[in-house]
């Protein structure tokens, strides 16, 4: 079997204190759930064409892989844990590809030193869970890990009950993380920590002129991505900072969910009690987490007080630039190009329709593209103020239907295709990937998932599965 990954691991030649290196552990019997061929052709791999479910559970390395699980620290709900890592994940290597470099991880492939007691392994629900939500936000145009493919491992996984295991193959710009500069931040290792430094600049912001500049472009990176979750209404659920990709990715998908109804205090992790990462917190959180960044690198400048400052300001300035950002996007949500601080109102006002009228978010948007008049019924006011405001605009039906997608992976239709799965059947799951591809598209075919869920079927709380 000759599976052709042109591994070219550069992680893999820091100094050995960044990482561990370790085979996947055996599994009874690998069987291949999906595959995205589509991915594997970007990444320019060549694969065999049997055999694929022993490769992506690990079983057979291909030519080149050097599996390693990273160490890293973080803050998780505010609490500084100095020891995280990649408790149940292998980095194989990454590739060199036209469109850039990546890494290729395995989830659920088995202990590392990083695992803190637990088991290493993955169950099959946040396996399918994370292979469909970033494969959708891939297809709604936002930063993204992907995921290359699933297998089912025949083993049993104890965790409230005896569930079956399976492992994820995931592809990143990397597995860098603000948690990761922590880890040496806090260990006083400085000699690291410019390492570090020095590799994520080449790695993933060559470009950037000083240590400020590089902060300044992750903090972009950041402000741009957390807007793009709220304009389609995603939350995020841990958003720690070992959770924090410097790449500007979305990256571990927990206790992920997409609103249904609209309310901006709405949280689905079953552990976040205190609403720390709901849906309208996120905003606040990234600053904050940024500022965690910021506080990591400050042992490379040392008391240099011209880069504190800079350091400062930078945080400083990023509520307005979200508030700029995310005006923009929502703008366009409602059809405006050019939005202006003006249409704040305009915009609030729609958003707080929504929350007082129970109604879907998704839905909602799509709404006033298709049946605009309804909202003239249900509050005259505040149509009247945005078919005026819109009256200028060229398109602004074409502009809302750039940027309010038709179909979300939404949150009981996930749970449905990962039961379904438990009972073996795939086909729920096969479906909802082929359907998100085309999100921003009517397809009747797929009317159904347009729904918004009855009280029966709504997901009120997502779990993290580890």
């Known amino acids: 079997m000759n599976a052709q990954f042109p591994f070219d691991n550069t992680y893999a030649n820091l100094p050995s204190h960044f990482f561990y290196k370790q085979k996947p552990a055996p599994v009874t019997k690998a069987e291949l759930i999906a595959f995205n061929s589509n991915l594997a052709e970007e990444l320019e791999i060549k694969l065999p064409n049997s055999g694929l479910e022993l490769i992506f559970a690990g079983q057979i390395l291909p030519e080149g892989a050097d599996p390693l699980a990273q160490a890293y620290a973080g803050h998780q709900f505010g609490y500084y844990n100095p020891k995280l890592g990649d408790g149940r994940a292998l980095l194989l290597g990454e590739l060199d590809t036209k469109s850039g470099r990546y890494d290729i991880q395995l989830k659920g492939s088995g202990t590392t030193p990083y695992s803190r007691n637990g088991d290493g392994l993955s169950w099959l629900g946040p396996v399918l869970r994370e292979y469909i939500v970033s494969e959708a936000m891939h297809h709604l145009g936002i930063s993204t890990t992907r995921s290359l493919a699933a297998v089912g491992t025949g083993d049993k996984v104890l965790r409230e009950t005896v569930l079956p295991g399976a492992i994820l193959t995931r592809v990143a710009k990397s597995h860098i993380r603000v948690g990761t500069f922590q880890y040496f931040a806090h260990n006083g290792d400085i000699e690291a920590l410019e390492t570090l430094y020095k590799y994520t600049k080449k790695r993933h912001y060559d470009d950037a002129k000083s240590i400020t500049d590089f902060l300044s472009r992750v903090i972009n990176a950041q402000c741009d991505l957390v807007t793009n979750w709220l304009s389609i209404g995603f939350i995020h659920g841990v958003m720690n900072t070992d959770n924090c990709s410097i790449a500007g990715e979305t990256i571990d998908y927990g206790p992920c969910a997409f609103l249904d109804k609209y309310s901006a ?93 129970n109604e879907d978010f998704t839905i909602s948007f799509r709404k006033l593209i298709e049946e605009p008049e309804y909202f003239k019924s249900v509050d005259a006011d505040w149509y009247n103020a945005w078919e005026s405001r819109t009256s200028d605009e060229p398109d602004p039906f074409s502009v809302m239907a750039s940027v309010n997608p038709n179909l979300i992976p939404r949150n009981h239709q996930i749970e449905f295709a990962i039961s379904s799965a438990l009972n073996s059947n795939f086909e729920p799951f096969h479906r909802l990937n082929v359907a998100l591809k085309l999100p921003y598209e009517k397809n009747s075919k797929f009317s159904d998932l347009e729904l918004s869920p009855t009280d029966k079927e709504e997901v009120v709380k997502t779990f993290c599965g580890t």
Request: charged residues 20%; without cysteine.
């Open 265 to 357: 205090s709405k949280v689905f992790s079953s552990i976040d009690t205190h609403g720390r990462y709901a849906y309208s917190a996120q905003a606040d959180v990234i600053v904050w987490n940024m500022a965690q960044l910021a506080n990591a690198l400050l042992p490379i400048v040392k008391n240099n007080i011209e880069v504190l400052n800079e350091f400062n300001e930078l945080i400083q300035k990023m509520p307005s630039q979200i508030r700029s950002l995310w005006l923009k996007k929502f703008g366009k949500k409602i059809g405006i190009t050019k939005s202006t601080s003006e249409d704040l109102k305009l915009i609030s006002g729609f958003l707080n329709g929504l929350a007082s009228r």
